[in-house]
């Protein structure tokens, strides 16, 4: 099959070559069926390894890949273990849109798991980065940061520490946003931060409940 050269192309010292063979992973990714295939076949290791890449190109696809990986439940141990989490936080911070979109839906996937993988995000460093991302001029970096923090917010240990990040107001904001995407999880996020008594008034007293209303 093709996925074993292709893996070991990740391995290539060709900037140009670890960019192919990303985007060639990446699109297989997609398929559901081809995800197990990816990790069994050892290409976990050599993403991880691209994602501490400064080129740009690179990072797009490899990002890509891992957002895709993660969507499947069983693999999120897996790619946790591997210890993609610490370049991924990192990447939140990257310079091109597409790099801190597919971060985030990576995080955001990996969120959606044990309840542990939302301890270890937190741990990373990642609550930080992912609130500034709210406030990001485009609406699909904003999707997938309000979705990762919507998720995290399901923890109530995470709740305080989501809330001191600064998360409120640009959630808040986000409710006015014209993507209908941004507006749901935006409030699913406000929705689960309200869940702790202690923030129902600094929600309140921010504005929420008009726009709450509104997007309802």
Known sequence: ???????????????????????????????????????????????????????????????????????????????????????????????HSEVQRNSAGAIGNIAAGAPANKAEIARQGGLEPLVKLLGSPRSNVQNQAARAVSTLACETELQPQIVQAGALR???????????EVQKYASLALANLAALRQNQPLIVQLGALEPLVHTS
């Open 1 to 95: 099959g093709a996925l074993p050269p292709l893996i070991r192309c990740l391995r290539s010292n060709s900037e140009s070559v670890q960019w192919h063979a990303a985007g060639a992973i990446a699109n297989l990714a997609i398929n559901t069926a081809n995800k197990s295939q990816i990790i069994a076949n050892g290409g976990l290791t050599p993403l991880c390894t691209l994602a501490h890449s400064s080129n740009e190109k690179v990072l797009r696809q490899v990002t890509r890949a891992l957002f895709a990986l993660a969507a499947k439940q069983d693999l999120r141990p897996l790619i946790v273990q591997a210890g993609v989490l610490q370049p991924l936080v990192r990447l939140l911070s990257f310079r």
């Open 170 to 180: 640009p959630l808040i904001r986000l409710l006015g946003s014209d993507s209908s």
